[in-house]
């Protein structure tokens, strides 16, 4: 049996903000015989997530692709990973069965092969909706709580700074801070997300960026009394607005540059005498130094999201044709908390 199989590629490199003409839509015929004891198994899509790190991957060069695992780069009409949910439609992989619900690394496609050394588990969706396992309680998730309480290390009552506040990592970096006594401001690109952080989320205070002049002195009316864990998402003047207003002592956590992703002009240039002398720790990470962490995290945020206290916050697509304009749509700003699309009904 064989089953037809329409999947994203990109038609060329992509070196600024990426625009829908820049995929193809190919097909192909994949057979659903395996095998025997090849340990192989095809999966059919119903989930994945969309994420702005996808982009280095897309260029002709980055520093990232040298590091491996999942920032090496694509190569033109090769399929594209993306974590996803599936399920299982045939296997030779002793572990799984048909029918068996999977998380882990698949493509933006209908169905997917997975290889013997294949990056994925069997899901126990634990009573929540399959798209948490995509975002909130998958590696978004573990990137906003292992950046938060591991990388930043914070103290209740302390201030902290959130910048793309309303993006898939941000929103729960804001929630986990609230919840951990902190005050919070969080700045986003429009009016209606600066409302959604103070009204949905519970955050002390936030703004829209794209109406301040002079970043400098906004982060200084927001946070009179300096700065003391800024979780910085967008690099550029953003950062160096940030750590200019940081306490002695304050730690930033680099989680992404989605500003410079774009724009190879836009450099972050802080000022490293405040640096030394206030002793401000800035570091970057990835969410896989921290999979001991894993547990830990989905106990608590689980609490959380059972008892109300955590907000899922998602921007769902629907069908794999809509994959290019909710990439780009990332780039323009268009997501309300984290980005997914829906490939199939579960």
Known sequence: MEVMNKYWTIKTHIEDAPKEDDFYLKTSTL???LGPGSKEMIVKNLYVSIDPYQLNRMKSSSSSQKTGGFAVGITPGQEIEAFGVARVVAS????????????????WAEYSKIGSNGMIRKLDPMGFPLSYHVGILAFSGLTAYA????????????KVFVSAALGSVGNLVGQYAKLHGCYVVGCAG????????KEKLGFDEAFNYREENDLNSTLKRYFPDGIDVYF????????????ANMNAFGRVAVCGVISEYTDSGKKAAPDMLDVIYKRIK???FLAGDHIGLFQDFISTTSDHLRSGKLCALEDISDGLDSIPF???????GDNIGKKIVKIAEE
């Open 31 to 33: 057979a659903l015989s």
């Open 92 to 107: 030779e992989n002793p572990e799984y069965e048909k029918g068996d619900l999977v998380v882990g690394v698949v493509t």
């Open 147 to 158: 950046g938060f309480f591991e990388i930043c290390k914070p103290k209740r009552g302390e």
């Open 190 to 197: 429009s009016k209606q997300k600066v409302e959604l952080l």
């Open 232 to 243: 910085d998402n967008v690099g550029a003047e953003m950062q160096e607005a940030a750590v």
């Open 282 to 284: 800035i570091q970057g």
């Open 326 to 332: 909710a990439f780009a749509g990332l780039f323009r």
